[in-house]
């Protein structure tokens, strides 16, 4: 079965960056990945997905343009960099997988975030920036 591990939290100062790591084992058959993040007290939001055929992307608002999602393939791994992070990014934040997709995730726009989209996550990593 799919199997996700995060790597790469930690605690960092505002205005520092960080890349998250998500290495994966039997993903054939999946079609999508994307970074969720959960802070204390708050719901599970999307930050950014990536369809692994094509490499499209979507984005949070909030995070655009200071988060890439990106995946490399030849090691089984996605990646989020995020630059110029601020105190509210502090999070735990979960990689996630996908089989199947409504539409491509541009069509799909902020829905591509949706926990639904996704049916394999990991254990999470710890996000603090102060």
């Known amino acids: 079965h799919v199997q996700l591990v995060e790597s790469g939290g930690g605690s960092v100062q505002a205005g520092e960056s960080l890349r998250l790591s998500c290495a994966t084992s039997?993903?054939?058959?999946?079609?999508?990945m994307a970074w969720f993040r959960q802070a204390p007290g708050k719901e599970r939001e999307g930050v950014a997905a990536i369809d692994t055929g094509d490499g499209s992307t979507y984005y949070l608002n909030s995070v655009e343009g200071r988060f890439t999602i990106s995946q490399e393939n030849a090691k089984n791994t996605a990646y989020l960099q995020m630059n110029s992070l601020k105190p509210e990014d502090s999070a735990m934040y979960y990689c996630?997988?996908?089989?199947?997709?409504?539409?491509?995730?541009?069509?799909?726009?902020?829905?591509?975030?949706?926990?639904?989209?996704?049916?394999?996550w990991g254990q999470g990593t710890q996000v603090t920036v102060s």
């Open positions: 996630a997988a996908g089989d199947l997709l409504e539409a491509p995730i541009q069509a799909l726009g902020v829905v591509a975030l949706a926990t639904h989209n996704y049916n394999y």
């Open positions: 039997n993903i054939g058959g999946v079609v999508c």
